[in-house]
Structures are given as structure tokens and as C-alpha cells.
């Protein structure tokens, strides 16, 4: 079975300073993971997402996020935070490959964690 | 190219009764996902369908169901409506239902039961 969790319900961080949202994964392969957001009373937005290659995987908006395979974790990061990056944030994954099963057509959601960028 | 259309946006019903939310996907979109989304919860998988077959089921009850039509349109119904089914329902599509692609969402059926 696969899961995904993040630690952290809350991140507050001030106006311009770098921010981190936190995620670890659990599948039994090797995994496909995404970010998303989702602002107020809308559905949720893709930022970016890690299929194979560079570890550092570059998104929408000036997030990016690194795949650490050994920590099982896949942080996302700004390096300048934005009040416009209010939002709440989730971590998903899938596990890849042909003979995952039904289960890998299923994207499987952390809680999400609520960033707030203070001005 | 229209994204992800959930009708209605909005549903007040009351316990007993049943309820059908519908999803177009994004023109060409073979894929449709569905998710319940509560605050103590988060997101949780109801079902995914390609090409009107579904692929797979969530943890839920079998008073959840749904279904793909032949133009990838989706349904979904919930009977006998309990007041912990309030939450917004998501649905998702994707072009090729392949597990690498990211999932294009619509705004949400937010169900209200009273």
C-alpha cells in the first residue's frame, strides 16, 4: 500500500524568506510523486511532480522540490516567499510501473499542510 | 480548452435521500477520478475510470457508485445519504490514464447534509 505523509498541519513564514513544506512517502516500488494547491473554495492545482531523472525537479511558480530516495521524502521549497502563496499544499503519490496493479491508478493525498506567508 | 466542469457547484440535501454529481473532463481526457475531500480526512479515493471500465475502488461504502460514459463523461451517485457524507467532491481527468500523468481537477460539488 502506498502513503504519503506531511508533518506539518501548519507553516508560517514571513514575506520573503525561503519556505519549506515537508512530505515522506511509503510504496513499495519506486515512486511517482506531485505537488498541489489548492486555493480557497477551487480545486486543487498541479505545481510540479518527480517521474525519474535530476532529483531537484523544478515547478510552476518558482516552487521546486528535491526526491531524497534514501529519506524517502519529497520537500517542496521556495526561495522567496510571496503572500500570493497562501494556500493549502498537498503531497501525493503513485507507484510506477506496469505491474503495479489497480492500486497505482489511485494518486494518494497527505492530509495537506497550510502555508501562510506573513507580509 | 475548457478544464475540468463539475455540475452543481453546490447541493443541499437532507439524510435518506440520494444525490448524482456529474464531471465532464477536459476535451480528449480519457481518464476520471473521483476523491472526497473533509477536513479531518483530507482526500480520499472513491474510484478512477478509463474508458468507461473502472480500474479501481477506494474504501468506501456501497452506497458510493459511479459511472464513465461513451464521451468520458462521468456520475457519480450516493444513496441513502448520511450526514458524514458532507464534503466537497473532486473529480480529476487525465489524457491517457497513465500512472506517471499529472491529474487536471475540477472546483468541486461541495454536498451539504442536514
Request: glycine share 10%; charged share 15%; with cysteine.
Amino acid at each position: 500500500a502506498q502513503s504519503v505523509a506531511q508533518p506539518e498541519d501548519q507553516v508560517n513564514v514571513a514575506e520573503g524568506n525561503p519556505l519549506t513544506v515537508k512530505c515522506t512517502y511509503s510504496v513499495s516500488g519506486n515512486p511517482y510523486l506531485f505537488w498541489y494547491v489548492q486555493y480557497p473554495n477551487r480545486g486543487l492545482q498541479f505545481l510540479l511532480k518527480y517521474i525519474t531523472g535530476d532529483n531537484l525537479v523544478k515547478g510552476s511558480y518558482g516552487f521546486e522540490a528535491e526526491f531524497n530516495k534514501s529519506q524517502t521524502s519529497f520537500h517542496l521549497k521556495k526561495p522567496s516567499a510571496l503572500v500570493s502563496d497562501s494556500a493549502l499544499y498537498f503531497c501525493a503519490v503513485r507507484e510506477s510501473g506496469r505491474n503495479s496493479g489497480a492500486g497505482s491508478y489511485q494518486l494518494t493525498f497527505g492530509k495537506g499542510t497550510k502555508l501562510s506567508v506573513i507580509p | 480548452k475548457a478544464g475540468v466542469t463539475q455540475t452543481p457547484r453546490y447541493l443541499i440535501k437532507t439524510r435518506g435521500q440520494q444525490v448524482t454529481l456529474s464531471c465532464s473532463p477536459i476535451s480528449g481526457h480519457r481518464s476520471v477520478s473521483w476523491y472526497q475531500q473533509t477536513p479531518g480526512q483530507g482526500l480520499q479515493f472513491l474510484f478512477e475510470y478509463f474508458s468507461e471500465t473502472q480500474r479501481n475502488k477506494g474504501n468506501f461504502p456501497g452506497r458510493f457508485s459511479g459511472r464513465q460514459f461513451s464521451n468520458s463523461r462521468s456520475e457519480m451517485n450516493v444513496s441513502t445519504l448520511e450526514l458524514g457524507d458532507s464534503a466537497l467532491y473532486l473529480c480529476a481527468s487525465s489524457p491517457r490514464g497513465e500512472t506517471n500523468e499529472k491529474l487536471f481537477f475540477g472546483s468541486g460539488t461541495q454536498l451539504s447534509v442536514l
